[in-house]
């Protein structure tokens, strides 16, 4: 097979700084006191409630129980344009009581989708990362979050939170916390790949290349001094094409989203209607490949305009991105149209350079991890009931005891960081209900002051993933950082750890 090199297909990466975020709350339930808002968007509910049986935290959870697969859905009304690529965020909990049923599995499956309106009509759906196991122990407690990335630039009315279940039939499924939040500027987008010439047109692009790159054969031409490809009919009528690209080139050391930004003309006289679907294919640390799909179901081009229509796939923020395998577009029409330029770009909410002290999936030993009383606080490599690949880091605490894993910076010569990066995943397979879990990360600075940056979850029997990225004193040395998992209450806790990643950004010494 001829392999084809792309004219131009090069990196530009500018230096610009991860833009400080600013969050807006913008949905918050703990039903309580009843709901508000949220509705089934698809599939038959024989409860829909929220009630007192059994809840997750507080007085009340909402209770749903099926017939099947069903989605339920709320939404947040942005009616704005964000000035910076921004993103909205996702956490909630979960818990499904463990049925009697033979057929029941260890893990269930649940999956959040995204629906973003603009305020032109149009609309796309994001489906973020994988479908996510949610372990289904009795009384257990799943803790999830999941985001969708915002373009900056395009008024956008509202986005639609979705849950996917695929519960078994009248099977209850508890839902607690609810929390939506608007991080804006928190992002970058400062990687671009060139598909083709400067200035992004098709002016340079061979017949050979066409052919090489996109299906259905568009037909490249050429009109008042620019290039573009016009879109054949297909044989079911369509006018259809994909671009596919493999292993594109960013400078991110670890994406979290990519966005393609495709220009497309409707030169005749009625509004077309066109379907955008792009997806990609990616490692994460720790994973198998992972895939992730964004489509724009329907987007109106007006008769004799041209419309630059973003899609962007969101490769999620749970455990760092390592590599691209592939990305693909691909554009259906109900009318001739035709395609001007494509842009990827690539953006992330950590900055590059992250310099990693410890990675582990505690697959041949404990990772690092220890305990000063080893009388209370047992730890072995296990299969059990892994969280990922072959084995996990088993525990056992006594009230108040804890694990943790030490790195020392030394003594020999300075180190400067101004964020520190900490990923953990924790399961607890016996632990009495509301039982706190404390995660901390402590900071250390050579002249004898410390930072703690502490994640708690109330969970019982139950599981959480923490990604999260803290802030370090820029102006004092490094001593040593920790991180610290603890039995924050009275009573003992058994489960495993997994996924761990401990990395900071480094930072220039003050003058």
């Known amino acids: 097979m001829t392999k084809y090199v792309l004219p131009l297909l090069g990196l530009m990466a500018s230096a610009a700084a991860v833009q400080a975020s600013d969050t807006t709350t913008l949905v918050s339930q703990n039903f309580d006191d009843g709901y508000v808002g949220l509705f089934v968007a698809d599939g038959a509910l024989s409860q829909f409630?929220?009630?007192?049986?059994?809840?997750?935290?507080?007085?009340?959870?909402?209770?749903?129980?099926?017939?099947?697969?069903?989605?339920?859905?709320?939404?947040?009304?942005?009616?704005?344009?964000?000035?910076?690529?921004?993103?909205?965020?996702?956490?909630?909990?979960?818990?499904?009581?463990?049925?009697?049923?033979?057929s029941r599995n260890p893990y269930t499956l649940v999956q959040c989708v995204f629906e973003i309106e603009y305020a032109d009509g149009n609309v796309y759906e994001s489906y973020v990362s994988r479908n996510d196991e949610v372990p289904t122990y009795q009384d257990s407690i799943y803790s999830h979050d999941c985001q969708v990335t915002l373009p900056a630039g395009k008024a956008i009315h509202k986005v639609t939170w979705f849950l996917d279940s695929y519960a078994l039939p009248n099977e209850t499924v508890y839902l607690d916390n609810l929390e939506i939040t608007l991080e804006e500027g928190s992002h970058q987008s400062n990687a671009e790949v060139e598909l083709f010439s400067p200035g992004q047109d098709f002016s340079t692009l061979t017949e050979a290349q066409v052919d090489a790159f996109f299906s259905h054969?568009?037909?490249?031409?050429?009109?008042?001094?620019?290039?573009s490809l016009r879109l054949n009919q297909t044989a079911s009528g369509s006018y259809a094409t994909r671009f596919h690209l493999a292993a594109p080139d960013f400078s991110h050391t670890h994406p979290e989203y990519m966005i393609y930004q495709a220009s497309i003309t409707n030169p005749g006289s009625q509004p077309?209607?066109?379907?955008?679907?792009?997806?990609?294919?990616?490692?994460?640390?720790?994973?198998?490949?992972?895939?992730?799909?964004?489509?724009?179901?329907?987007?109106?081009?007006?008769?004799n305009s041209t419309t630059v229509v973003p899609i962007i796939v969101d490769l999620g923020s749970d455990g760092l991105t390592t590599e691209i395998t592939s990305t693909e577009l691909r554009i259906t029409a109900d009318?001739?149209?035709?395609?001007?330029?494509?842009?990827?770009?690539?953006?992330?909410?950590?900055?590059?350079g992250l310099v990693t002290?410890?990675?582990?999936?505690?697959?041949?030993?404990?990772?690092?991890?220890?305990?000063?009383?080893?009388q209370d606080v047992t730890l072995s490599n296990q299969n059990l009931q892994v969280i990922s690949g072959e084995q996990s880091l088993g525990f056992e605490m006594?009230?108040?005891?804890?694990?943790?894993?030490?790195?020392?910076?030394?003594?020999?010569?300075?180190?400067?960081?101004?964020?520190?990066?900490?990923?953990?995943a924790v399961q607890l397979m016996e632990a009495q209900k509301d039982t706190p879990v404390r995660v901390c990360t402590d900071v250390y600075y050579m002249n004898g002051a410390q930072d703690s940056h502490c994640e708690e979850r109330m969970l019982g029997v139950g599981s959480f993933q923490l990604h999260e990225v803290y802030p370090v004193d820029s102006s004092r040395p490094l001593y040593r950082m920790i991180v610290r998992v603890r039995s924050y209450g009275s009573v003992s806790i058994k489960g495993e750890m997994?996924?761990?990643?401990?990395?900071?950004?480094?930072?220039i010494p003050p003058q």
């Open 217 to 227: 054969a568009p037909t490249l031409t050429h009109a008042n001094g620019v290039a």
């Open 49 to 102: 409630a929220a009630t007192p049986l059994s809840p997750i935290s507080g007085a009340k959870s909402l209770a749903m129980t099926s017939e099947g697969h069903y989605r339920v859905g709320t939404e947040a009304l942005i009616m704005r344009t964000l000035p910076e690529v921004s993103r909205l965020n996702a956490s909630f909990d979960i818990a499904m009581p463990l049925s009697d049923s033979e």
């Open 272 to 303: 077309v209607n066109a379907q955008l679907y792009s997806s990609a294919s990616y490692q994460k640390q720790f994973r198998n490949v992972d895939h992730s799909a964004a489509f724009a179901p329907s987007y109106y081009i007006a008769p």
């Open 357 to 374: 002290i410890s990675t582990s999936g505690f697959e041949t030993d404990t990772g690092g991890f220890t305990t000063r009383s080893p």
């Open 498 to 507: 997994d996924n761990f990643v401990l990395g900071y950004w480094p930072a």
């Open 335 to 352: 009318g001739a149209v035709s395609l001007n330029s494509l842009t990827l770009l690539s953006g992330t909410s950590l900055s590059d």
């Open 398 to 424: 006594s009230p108040w005891r804890q694990a943790s894993f030490t790195h020392y910076f030394g003594w020999g010569e300075k180190y400067y960081a101004d964020k520190v990066y900490t990923q953990l």
